[in-house]
């Protein structure tokens, strides 16, 4: 059975777009809701990886650092200004059911 798609939303992301997520049966983080706000883009993106999280963010330094590494767990980038929070959580949630864990490595998706 292929594996589920887990989320690590960024810093620069609405906590509340975790909450909604984990109200439709996602496995979703925030970065806020688990102390690591202020945390290196870096660190970010080896510690989602690390939990086999796809990474999420309005960040477009992670679109190099994606670029630069050698694996990642994925990347689901977006423009936060664009998107209101209902938007995420409906586009997330879109991509959690068409895409498998496996698809989303080393991939970057757009919304």
Not at 15 to 24: D, G, M, N, S, V
Not at 56 to 73: E, G, I
Request: a negative charge; aromatic letters at 8%.
């Amino acid at each position: 059975m292929a594996a589920v798609i887990r989320l690590y939303l960024d810093e620069n992301l609405s906590p509340k777009i975790a909450k909604q997520l984990q109200l439709r049966g996602i496995d979703a983080v925030s970065v806020r809701d688990i102390g690591f706000l202020g945390d290196d883009d870096h660190n970010h993106l080896a510690r989602a990886t690390q939990q086999d999280r796809v990474l999420v963010t309005a960040d477009v330094d992670f679109l190099q650092l994606a670029a630069d590494v050698h694996y990642h767990a994925g990347i689901v980038f977006g423009i936060q200004q664009e998107n209101t929070i209902g938007d995420w959580v409906k586009a997330l949630e879109v991509l959690c059911f068409v895409y498998t864990a496996e698809e989303m490595q080393n991939h970057v998706e757009y919304l």
